[in-house]
Protein backbone atom coordinates (compact mmCIF):
# COMPACT_ATOMS: atom_id res chain seq x y z
CA UNK A 1 0.00 0.00 0.00
CA UNK A 2 1.15 3.79 -0.86
CA UNK A 3 -0.08 6.93 1.23
CA UNK A 4 0.04 9.18 -1.88
CA UNK A 5 0.42 12.78 -0.06
CA UNK A 6 0.85 16.44 -1.75
CA UNK A 7 -1.47 18.44 -3.46
CA UNK A 8 -0.81 17.31 -7.08
CA UNK A 9 -0.87 13.63 -5.87
CA UNK A 10 -4.77 14.36 -4.11
CA UNK A 11 -5.68 15.80 -7.18
CA UNK A 12 -4.79 13.32 -9.06
CA UNK A 13 -6.78 11.03 -6.78
CA UNK A 14 -9.93 12.88 -7.31
CA UNK A 15 -9.41 12.73 -11.17
CA UNK A 16 -9.21 8.59 -10.28
CA UNK A 17 -12.35 8.61 -8.25
CA UNK A 18 -14.46 10.27 -10.78
CA UNK A 19 -13.57 8.10 -13.93
CA UNK A 20 -14.21 5.65 -11.35
CA UNK A 21 -17.42 6.90 -10.39
CA UNK A 22 -17.88 6.86 -13.65
CA UNK A 23 -17.85 2.99 -14.00
CA UNK A 24 -14.47 3.15 -15.26
CA UNK A 25 -10.75 1.91 -14.42
CA UNK A 26 -7.90 4.16 -13.57
CA UNK A 27 -4.82 3.78 -12.33
CA UNK A 28 -1.75 5.97 -11.93
CA UNK A 29 1.18 4.75 -14.19
CA UNK A 30 4.50 4.82 -15.26
CA UNK A 31 7.56 6.91 -13.36
CA UNK A 32 4.94 8.23 -11.17
CA UNK A 33 4.98 4.77 -9.54
CA UNK A 34 8.28 3.87 -9.69
CA UNK A 35 9.37 7.43 -8.05
CA UNK A 36 6.82 6.74 -5.38
CA UNK A 37 8.28 3.71 -4.76
CA UNK A 38 11.57 5.05 -4.90
CA UNK A 39 10.77 7.62 -2.74
CA UNK A 40 12.24 10.32 -4.87
CA UNK A 41 9.92 13.58 -5.61
CA UNK A 42 7.36 12.80 -9.00
CA UNK A 43 7.10 14.95 -11.61
CA UNK A 44 4.40 13.75 -13.37
CA UNK A 45 1.00 11.71 -12.29
CA UNK A 46 0.38 9.93 -15.46
CA UNK A 47 -3.01 7.74 -15.68
CA UNK A 48 -4.25 5.37 -17.39
CA UNK A 49 -8.02 4.41 -17.79
CA UNK A 50 -10.78 2.18 -19.32
CA UNK A 51 -12.23 5.43 -20.39
CA UNK A 52 -12.03 6.69 -24.64
CA UNK A 53 -10.90 9.93 -24.97
CA UNK A 54 -14.46 11.14 -26.06
CA UNK A 55 -15.60 9.62 -22.59
CA UNK A 56 -12.56 11.20 -20.77
CA UNK A 57 -13.96 14.51 -21.94
CA UNK A 58 -17.50 14.60 -21.12
CA UNK A 59 -16.70 14.15 -17.48
CA UNK A 60 -14.29 16.98 -17.08
CA UNK A 61 -15.26 20.43 -17.64
CA UNK A 62 -11.01 21.19 -18.85
CA UNK A 63 -9.69 18.55 -21.51
CA UNK A 64 -7.08 19.11 -23.96
CA UNK A 65 -7.24 16.64 -26.72
CA UNK A 66 -3.47 16.51 -26.70
CA UNK A 67 -3.29 13.17 -28.75
CA UNK A 68 -6.62 11.61 -29.34
CA UNK A 69 -5.54 9.25 -31.89
CA UNK A 70 -2.82 7.36 -29.22
CA UNK A 71 -5.81 7.79 -26.46
CA UNK A 72 -4.21 10.57 -24.75
CA UNK A 73 -6.28 13.59 -23.38
CA UNK A 74 -5.26 16.09 -20.76
CA UNK A 75 -7.48 17.04 -17.93
CA UNK A 76 -6.88 20.61 -16.43
CA UNK A 77 -8.02 19.60 -13.03
CA UNK A 78 -8.56 22.55 -10.29
CA UNK A 79 -5.28 24.10 -12.66
CA UNK A 80 -3.40 20.97 -12.94
CA UNK A 81 -2.63 18.89 -16.26
CA UNK A 82 -3.24 15.25 -16.05
CA UNK A 83 -2.54 12.97 -19.02
CA UNK A 84 -5.06 10.65 -19.54
CA UNK A 85 -4.07 7.73 -21.89
CA UNK A 86 -6.60 4.59 -22.40
CA UNK A 87 -5.65 1.65 -22.00
CA UNK A 88 -4.13 0.66 -24.85
CA UNK A 89 -1.50 -1.68 -27.05
CA UNK A 90 1.19 -0.60 -29.77
CA UNK A 91 1.67 -2.53 -32.89
CA UNK A 92 3.57 -2.46 -35.89
CA UNK A 93 6.56 0.35 -35.46
CA UNK A 94 6.64 2.35 -39.01
CA UNK A 95 10.87 2.98 -40.02
CA UNK A 96 10.90 2.96 -35.91
CA UNK A 97 9.05 6.25 -35.44
CA UNK A 98 5.67 5.90 -34.34
CA UNK A 99 3.62 2.89 -33.58
CA UNK A 100 1.23 2.88 -37.06
CA UNK A 101 -1.70 1.16 -35.14
CA UNK A 102 -3.06 1.52 -31.59
CA UNK A 103 -5.62 -1.10 -29.99
CA UNK A 104 -8.00 0.51 -27.57
CA UNK A 105 -7.83 -2.54 -24.46
CA UNK A 106 -9.92 -2.87 -21.25
CA UNK A 107 -7.54 -4.18 -18.80
CA UNK A 108 -4.71 -2.84 -17.05
CA UNK A 109 -2.10 -5.37 -16.89
CA UNK A 110 -2.49 -5.31 -21.34
CA UNK A 111 -1.50 -1.60 -20.97
CA UNK A 112 1.35 -2.42 -18.53
CA UNK A 113 2.55 -4.83 -20.97
CA UNK A 114 3.33 -2.65 -23.67
CA UNK A 115 5.73 -0.22 -21.40
CA UNK A 116 9.13 -0.35 -21.50
CA UNK A 117 11.19 -1.94 -18.04
CA UNK A 118 9.45 -3.58 -16.10
CA UNK A 119 10.40 -0.24 -13.33
CA UNK A 120 7.91 1.28 -15.83
CA UNK A 121 5.37 -1.28 -15.34
CA UNK A 122 3.47 -0.55 -12.64
CA UNK A 123 -0.21 0.79 -11.85
CA UNK A 124 -1.25 2.33 -7.91
CA UNK A 125 -4.83 2.48 -8.08
CA UNK A 126 -7.02 5.22 -6.07
CA UNK A 127 -6.79 2.78 -2.86
CA UNK A 128 -2.98 2.33 -2.87
CA UNK A 129 -2.72 -0.94 -4.32
CA UNK A 130 0.15 -1.41 -6.91
CA UNK A 131 -0.78 -3.88 -10.12
CA UNK A 132 2.98 -5.30 -10.73
CA UNK A 133 2.32 -8.34 -13.21
CA UNK A 134 6.21 -7.89 -14.02
CA UNK A 135 7.93 -7.80 -10.66
CA UNK A 136 8.95 -4.60 -10.91
CA UNK A 137 8.85 -3.85 -7.70
CA UNK A 138 11.26 -6.30 -7.22
CA UNK A 139 13.74 -5.18 -9.75
CA UNK A 140 13.54 -1.86 -8.47
CA UNK A 141 14.66 -3.00 -4.58
CA UNK A 142 17.51 -5.53 -6.91
CA UNK A 143 18.39 -2.05 -8.77
CA UNK A 144 18.12 -3.67 -11.98
CA UNK A 145 16.71 -2.42 -15.73
CA UNK A 146 15.15 -5.17 -17.43
CA UNK A 147 12.80 -5.14 -20.56
CA UNK A 148 9.34 -6.63 -20.61
CA UNK A 149 9.39 -9.61 -22.22
CA UNK A 150 12.43 -10.39 -24.64
CA UNK A 151 15.15 -7.85 -24.87
CA UNK A 152 15.79 -8.38 -28.49
CA UNK A 153 12.27 -7.78 -29.90
CA UNK A 154 11.29 -4.84 -27.39
CA UNK A 155 14.61 -2.96 -28.73
CA UNK A 156 13.72 -3.97 -32.16
CA UNK A 157 10.16 -2.37 -31.96
CA UNK A 158 11.75 0.79 -30.55
CA UNK A 159 15.54 1.32 -29.94
CA UNK A 160 14.76 4.08 -28.34
CA UNK A 161 14.61 1.84 -25.70
CA UNK A 162 18.13 0.94 -25.40
CA UNK A 163 19.03 4.77 -25.00
CA UNK A 164 16.67 4.73 -22.56
CA UNK A 165 17.90 1.34 -20.74
CA UNK A 166 21.20 3.59 -20.08
CA UNK A 167 19.22 6.57 -19.21
CA UNK A 168 17.86 4.84 -15.97
CA UNK A 169 20.57 3.25 -15.14
CA UNK A 170 22.64 6.15 -15.10
CA UNK A 171 20.23 8.40 -13.36
CA UNK A 172 19.31 5.25 -10.65
CA UNK A 173 22.62 3.74 -10.64
CA UNK A 174 20.79 0.64 -11.38
CA UNK A 175 22.75 -2.54 -13.67
CA UNK A 176 21.87 -4.23 -16.73
CA UNK A 177 21.58 -8.09 -17.28
CA UNK A 178 23.84 -9.74 -19.48
CA UNK A 179 20.92 -10.27 -21.47
CA UNK A 180 20.43 -6.89 -21.63
CA UNK A 181 23.76 -6.00 -22.83
CA UNK A 182 24.39 -8.39 -25.31
CA UNK A 183 20.84 -7.49 -26.98
CA UNK A 184 21.76 -3.61 -27.08
CA UNK A 185 25.06 -4.52 -28.76
CA UNK A 186 23.08 -6.85 -31.56
CA UNK A 187 20.26 -3.89 -32.28
CA UNK A 188 22.75 -0.79 -31.49
CA UNK A 189 22.94 0.56 -35.29
CA UNK A 190 19.16 0.51 -35.20
CA UNK A 191 19.51 4.01 -33.31
CA UNK A 192 20.13 5.90 -36.40
CA UNK A 193 16.68 5.30 -37.72
CA UNK A 194 15.38 7.08 -34.69
CA UNK A 195 14.69 10.92 -34.76
CA UNK A 196 17.69 12.94 -32.85
CA UNK A 197 15.35 15.23 -30.60
CA UNK A 198 13.72 11.83 -28.72
CA UNK A 199 17.83 10.62 -28.59
CA UNK A 200 18.97 14.25 -27.32
CA UNK A 201 16.01 13.95 -24.33
CA UNK A 202 17.08 10.84 -23.04
CA UNK A 203 20.53 11.08 -23.47
CA UNK A 204 20.57 14.98 -21.69
CA UNK A 205 19.11 12.86 -18.66
CA UNK A 206 21.78 10.22 -19.34
CA UNK A 207 24.62 12.68 -19.11
CA UNK A 208 22.98 14.07 -15.40
CA UNK A 209 22.83 10.96 -13.93
CA UNK A 210 24.60 9.54 -10.55
CA UNK A 211 26.47 6.89 -12.54
CA UNK A 212 26.86 8.80 -16.17
CA UNK A 213 30.63 7.76 -15.83
CA UNK A 214 29.44 3.75 -15.83
CA UNK A 215 26.67 4.34 -18.12
CA UNK A 216 29.78 6.23 -20.73
CA UNK A 217 31.55 2.99 -20.60
CA UNK A 218 28.58 1.02 -21.30
CA UNK A 219 28.14 3.43 -24.35
CA UNK A 220 31.53 2.65 -25.49
CA UNK A 221 31.25 -1.31 -25.23
CA UNK A 222 27.98 -1.72 -26.43
CA UNK A 223 28.93 -0.13 -29.65
CA UNK A 224 25.94 2.60 -28.95
CA UNK A 225 28.29 5.74 -28.99
CA UNK A 226 28.87 4.81 -33.05
CA UNK A 227 25.35 5.60 -33.92
CA UNK A 228 24.98 8.71 -32.08
CA UNK A 229 25.97 11.90 -33.34
CA UNK A 230 29.07 13.04 -33.65
CA UNK A 231 30.05 10.24 -30.91
CA UNK A 232 31.73 8.02 -33.36
CA UNK A 233 34.71 9.78 -33.55
CA UNK A 234 34.85 10.16 -29.66
CA UNK A 235 35.66 6.70 -28.55
CA UNK A 236 38.84 7.51 -26.58
CA UNK A 237 37.25 10.66 -25.13
CA UNK A 238 34.72 8.81 -23.91
CA UNK A 239 36.72 6.02 -22.34
CA UNK A 240 38.78 8.41 -20.49
CA UNK A 241 36.72 8.28 -17.50
CA UNK A 242 36.47 11.90 -16.40
CA UNK A 243 34.27 12.45 -13.38
CA UNK A 244 31.24 13.86 -15.45
CA UNK A 245 29.03 13.97 -12.52
CA UNK A 246 30.68 16.82 -11.01
CA UNK A 247 29.30 19.10 -13.35
CA UNK A 248 26.10 20.78 -12.85
CA UNK A 249 24.15 21.96 -15.14
CA UNK A 250 22.87 20.53 -18.75
CA UNK A 251 25.11 23.50 -20.62
CA UNK A 252 28.10 22.60 -18.40
CA UNK A 253 27.42 18.66 -19.68
CA UNK A 254 26.96 19.08 -23.55
CA UNK A 255 30.33 21.49 -23.10
CA UNK A 256 31.87 18.66 -21.38
CA UNK A 257 31.13 16.65 -24.46
CA UNK A 258 31.93 19.42 -27.50
CA UNK A 259 35.18 20.16 -25.62
CA UNK A 260 37.37 18.64 -27.92
CA UNK A 261 35.48 18.53 -30.89
CA UNK A 262 36.35 20.60 -33.72
CA UNK A 263 33.42 22.36 -34.72
CA UNK A 264 31.57 22.30 -31.55
CA UNK A 265 28.28 24.55 -32.88
CA UNK A 266 27.80 22.20 -35.71
CA UNK A 267 28.02 19.48 -33.05
CA UNK A 268 25.55 20.92 -31.08
CA UNK A 269 23.52 21.27 -34.06
CA UNK A 270 23.37 17.90 -34.82
CA UNK A 271 22.21 17.25 -32.00
CA UNK A 272 19.13 20.07 -32.56
CA UNK A 273 19.88 21.45 -29.04
CA UNK A 274 17.81 24.71 -29.40
CA UNK A 275 19.42 28.19 -29.81
CA UNK A 276 19.57 29.16 -26.58
CA UNK A 277 21.59 26.02 -25.24
CA UNK A 278 23.85 26.14 -27.91
CA UNK A 279 24.69 29.75 -27.07
CA UNK A 280 25.56 28.94 -23.48
CA UNK A 281 27.44 26.29 -24.65
CA UNK A 282 29.44 27.93 -27.10
CA UNK A 283 30.15 30.92 -24.18
CA UNK A 284 31.40 28.21 -21.70
CA UNK A 285 33.49 26.53 -23.90
CA UNK A 286 35.01 29.78 -25.26
CA UNK A 287 35.59 30.98 -21.66
CA UNK A 288 37.32 27.64 -20.74
CA UNK A 289 39.53 27.04 -24.05
CA UNK A 290 40.80 30.82 -22.99
CA UNK A 291 41.29 30.12 -19.11
CA UNK A 292 43.04 26.52 -20.43
CA UNK A 293 45.71 28.84 -21.94
CA UNK A 294 45.99 32.06 -19.60
CA UNK A 295 44.37 30.89 -15.89
CA UNK A 296 42.29 33.04 -14.52
CA UNK A 297 42.86 36.66 -14.27
CA UNK A 298 41.14 40.06 -14.36
CA UNK A 299 40.35 39.30 -17.68
CA UNK A 300 39.22 36.00 -17.96
CA UNK A 301 37.12 36.24 -15.02
CA UNK A 302 35.32 39.45 -16.38
CA UNK A 303 34.32 37.76 -19.71
CA UNK A 304 32.88 34.30 -17.72
CA UNK A 305 30.51 35.69 -15.61
CA UNK A 306 28.24 34.91 -15.20
CA UNK A 307 28.99 31.49 -16.38
CA UNK A 308 32.60 31.66 -14.48
CA UNK A 309 32.01 28.39 -12.18
CA UNK A 310 30.07 26.70 -15.11
CA UNK A 311 33.55 27.24 -16.86
CA UNK A 312 35.46 25.77 -13.81
CA UNK A 313 33.66 22.74 -13.75
CA UNK A 314 34.11 21.97 -17.49
CA UNK A 315 37.86 22.62 -17.20
CA UNK A 316 38.74 20.85 -14.24
CA UNK A 317 36.80 17.35 -15.70
CA UNK A 318 38.71 17.96 -18.41
CA UNK A 319 41.76 18.24 -16.44
CA UNK A 320 40.63 15.61 -14.01
CA UNK A 321 41.17 17.49 -11.07
CA UNK A 322 38.81 19.47 -8.44
CA UNK A 323 37.09 22.51 -9.67
CA UNK A 324 38.49 25.24 -7.24
CA UNK A 325 36.36 28.66 -6.81
CA UNK A 326 38.35 30.93 -4.18
CA UNK A 327 41.03 32.45 -6.68
CA UNK A 328 37.98 33.32 -9.18
CA UNK A 329 36.09 34.64 -6.51
CA UNK A 330 38.87 36.29 -4.91
CA UNK A 331 39.54 37.69 -8.48
CA UNK A 332 35.51 38.75 -9.22
CA UNK A 333 35.76 40.79 -5.89
CA UNK A 334 38.43 43.13 -6.82
CA UNK A 335 36.93 43.80 -10.23
CA UNK A 336 35.92 47.70 -10.51
CA UNK A 337 33.21 46.73 -12.45
CA UNK A 338 31.09 43.07 -13.18
CA UNK A 339 29.66 44.39 -16.34
CA UNK A 340 29.51 46.74 -18.88
CA UNK A 341 26.42 48.26 -17.47
CA UNK A 342 28.16 49.73 -14.80
CA UNK A 343 29.91 51.70 -16.81
CA UNK A 344 29.74 55.53 -15.84
CA UNK A 345 29.50 56.43 -19.18
CA UNK A 346 27.05 55.65 -21.60
CA UNK A 347 27.27 56.29 -25.76
CA UNK A 348 24.79 59.12 -24.94
CA UNK A 349 27.58 60.66 -23.13
CA UNK A 350 29.74 59.94 -25.75
CA UNK A 351 27.89 61.93 -28.51
CA UNK A 352 27.33 65.05 -26.12
CA UNK A 353 31.14 65.27 -25.39
CA UNK A 354 31.81 64.72 -29.24
CA UNK A 355 28.93 66.39 -31.17
CA UNK A 356 29.80 63.92 -33.42
CA UNK A 357 27.02 61.40 -35.69
CA UNK A 358 26.47 58.63 -33.91
CA UNK A 359 28.37 55.18 -35.64
CA UNK A 360 30.36 52.14 -35.17
CA UNK A 361 32.56 54.23 -32.87
CA UNK A 362 30.72 54.64 -30.13
CA UNK A 363 30.68 51.19 -29.43
CA UNK A 364 34.49 50.69 -30.24
CA UNK A 365 35.06 53.42 -27.59
CA UNK A 366 32.76 52.22 -25.16
CA UNK A 367 35.06 49.01 -25.26
CA UNK A 368 37.91 50.61 -25.15
CA UNK A 369 36.97 52.45 -21.93
CA UNK A 370 35.72 49.17 -19.99
CA UNK A 371 39.11 47.40 -20.58
CA UNK A 372 40.85 50.72 -19.78
CA UNK A 373 38.54 50.61 -16.48
CA UNK A 374 39.12 46.97 -16.06
CA UNK A 375 42.72 47.20 -16.23
CA UNK A 376 42.41 50.28 -13.95
CA UNK A 377 44.43 52.73 -16.34
CA UNK A 378 40.90 55.08 -15.71
CA UNK A 379 39.00 54.90 -12.75
CA UNK A 380 35.22 54.25 -13.36
CA UNK A 381 33.97 57.90 -12.97
CA UNK A 382 32.23 60.48 -15.69
CA UNK A 383 34.87 63.12 -15.33
CA UNK A 384 37.74 60.74 -15.09
CA UNK A 385 36.89 58.72 -18.01
CA UNK A 386 35.91 62.01 -20.11
CA UNK A 387 39.44 63.30 -19.04
CA UNK A 388 41.21 59.67 -19.71
CA UNK A 389 38.83 59.98 -23.54
CA UNK A 390 40.37 63.62 -23.74
CA UNK A 391 44.02 62.75 -23.23
CA UNK A 392 43.56 59.46 -25.95
CA UNK A 393 42.24 61.35 -28.67
CA UNK A 394 45.45 63.87 -28.63
CA UNK A 395 48.01 61.30 -28.98
P1 LIG B 1 10.54 10.60 -16.27
O1 LIG B 1 10.40 10.59 -14.81
O2 LIG B 1 11.88 11.01 -16.71
O3 LIG B 1 9.44 11.32 -17.00
P2 LIG B 1 9.17 8.28 -17.19
O4 LIG B 1 9.35 6.84 -16.90
O5 LIG B 1 7.91 8.93 -16.73
O6 LIG B 1 10.42 9.06 -16.67
P3 LIG B 1 8.34 9.08 -19.80
O7 LIG B 1 9.15 9.27 -21.04
O8 LIG B 1 7.64 10.25 -19.21
O9 LIG B 1 9.31 8.41 -18.75
O10 LIG B 1 7.29 7.92 -20.13
C1 LIG B 1 6.21 7.60 -19.29
C2 LIG B 1 5.95 6.09 -19.29
O11 LIG B 1 5.60 5.67 -20.60
C3 LIG B 1 7.17 5.26 -18.92
O12 LIG B 1 7.28 5.10 -17.52
C4 LIG B 1 6.87 3.93 -19.64
O13 LIG B 1 5.95 3.18 -18.91
C5 LIG B 1 6.19 4.41 -20.90
N1 LIG B 1 7.15 4.63 -22.02
C6 LIG B 1 7.79 5.78 -22.35
N2 LIG B 1 8.57 5.63 -23.43
C7 LIG B 1 8.40 4.36 -23.82
C8 LIG B 1 8.91 3.58 -24.91
N3 LIG B 1 9.78 4.11 -25.78
N4 LIG B 1 8.51 2.31 -25.01
C9 LIG B 1 7.62 1.76 -24.12
N5 LIG B 1 7.11 2.44 -23.10
C10 LIG B 1 7.48 3.71 -22.93
MG1 LIG C 1 7.31 10.99 -17.19
Not at 46 to 71: C, Q, R, W, Y
Request: aromatic share 8%; net charge negative.
Amino acid sequence: MIQLEGVTALKCLKVLKRLKDAGYEAYIVGGAVRDLLLDLPVSDFDIASSAHPNEVMKLFKKVIPTGVKHGTVTVVFEDEPFEVTTFRSEKKYDDFRHPSEVQFLSHIDDDLARRDFTINSMALSGNGEIVDPFQGRGDLKKGLIRTVGHADERFTEDPLRMVRALRFLSVFSFQFEEETIQAIKKHASLLSHIAVERVATEFTKLLAGAAVERALKLIVETGVYSYLPGLDEMKSYLERGMKVSLLETDEERWAWLAFEVEDPVLFLKKWRLSNDVIKKVQKILSVSKKVQRVGWNRETVYFARPLDKESERVLAVVHDRKPTYEHIDLIASALPISSSDMLAVTGEDLLAWTGQKPGPWVGESLMRIEQAVLKEEVTNEKSSIKRWLEHWQTQ
